[in-house]
T-cell receptor, first 116, second 108 residues
Framework: GAVVSQHPSRVICKSGTSVKIECRSL??????MFWYRQFPKKSLMLMAT?????????EQGVEKDKFLINHASLTLSTLTVTSAHPEDSSFYIC????????????FGPGTRLTVL | SQQGEEDPQALSIQEGENATMNCSYK?????LQWYRQNSGRGLVHLIL?????REKHSGRLRVTLDTSKKSSSLLITASRAADTASYFC????????FGTGTSLTVIP
């Protein structure tokens, strides 16, 4: 099956720094990637929809200047958490959808962000 | 965010019993997937069922899909303590949904 990777899997940073998380589709081209955030013992919360070559669409309540998304190629989307604060600590998961609009959504393994 | 609904939210059973979780969604789909997530870990893909399928089996897992009711169920037979995890459904189609999850605890 299709594989989506995320890097890094785990990151610890100091408050005020920026952290970049990569999401890659390894064996297929993804026109659309989704970024989710998961709080402890909760379901995934959709943050934004990222389309290759265009601006991301953010869900209500998600600050676009705080969570910068770049989908520069058909296999890579990045999420940058800018000026991170402890409340940004969370599990961030991406998913990718192939070129066909009926394709399945494949999830990455997630990135654990801890902001000290 | 757009999400499907799952029930129950939490389920606790004895080892050896069967566990059934349900997922409901809102629009037409092309397929539905079930995922498992151990505490603090990433999602693990379990099974995919397409909209033209009604039932699918994989080992101790049995998934059903009723597109007329926009619902799916995941049955885990002969549960084991290692099955303790959260289980989510996700749908693909004109829109994408991710379920709220069922937390399953299997007591040894």
């Amino acid at each position: 099956g299709a594989v989506v990777s995320q890097h890094p899997s785990r990151v610890i940073c100091k408050s005020g720094t920026s952290v970049k998380i990569e999401c890659r589709s390894l064996d297929f081209q993804a026109t659309t990637m989704f970024w989710y955030r998961q709080f402890p013992k909760k379901s995934l919360m959709l943050m934004a929809t990222s389309n290759e070559g265009s601006k991301a669409t953010y869900e209500q309540g998600v600050e676009k200047d705080k969570f910068l998304i770049n989908h520069a190629s058909l296999t890579l989307s990045t999420l940058t958490v800018t000026s991170a604060h402890p409340e940004d600590s969370s599990f961030y998961i991406c998913s990718a959808v192939g070129l066909s609009s009926t394709d399945t959504q494949y999830f990455g393994p997630g990135t654990r962000l801890t902001v000290l | 965010s757009q999400q499907g609904e799952e029930d129950p939210q939490a389920l606790s059973i004895q080892e050896g019993e069967n566990a059934t979780m349900n997922c409901s969604y809102k629009t037409s789909i092309n397929n539905l997937q079930w995922y498992r997530q151990n505490s603090g870990r990433g999602l693990v893909h379990l099974i995919l069922i397409r909209s033209n399928e009604r039932e699918k089996h994989s080992g101790r897992l049995r998934v059903t899909l009723d597109t007329s009711k926009k619902s799916s169920s995941l049955l885990i037979t002969a549960s084991r303590a290692a099955d303790t995890a959260s289980y989510f459904c996700a749908t693909s189609g004109n829109q994408f949904y991710f379920g709220t999850g069922t937390s399953l605890t299997v007591i040894p």
